[in-house]
């Protein structure tokens, strides 16, 4: 069993997809003569053909978008490995671990703000609260204010 360095290993993959892809694109264009084939037979023949090739066009199709998943996968770690041998990884977690703490920070603002918040809160409803009373209690006093005015100035 041989080991290739990470340039080889890339390499390698790169061209076994580009083959891969070569041989899917044969594969469709081997469908598409195959079915123009089948609607030139007799109805009979051409009924199973057709749906033979129904199958074979859904296989491919499935083979294709495995292959846009790999191909994909595989430009994606591509690239984070090229990120890791340009030493952008460091930058790049010390970037992260500066976004964490400013975070935090943020956080501990707003926890300080909202007890604030909720301190201000009780204080005004303590305050409407007495502002109640205290109407209420006028108001009382002016109407037995003004019975007693009534009740005097009717009694003569």
Known sequence: MRFCNLKECEKQKRQKF??????????ESLIRKMDLEARSLQPNVKAVLLAKLREYKSDLNNLKSEHKRLASANSNQAARDDLLESGMADAMS???KTMLETEELG??????????SKKILTNMSRRMSRNKWIISSIIVVLVVTIALILYFKLSK
């Open 18 to 27: 580009s083959e891969i892809k070569a041989g899917l694109d044969d594969a």
């Open 94 to 96: 010390e970037s992260r």
């Open 107 to 116: 956080l501990h603002g707003v926890d300080d703000n909202i007890s604030k």
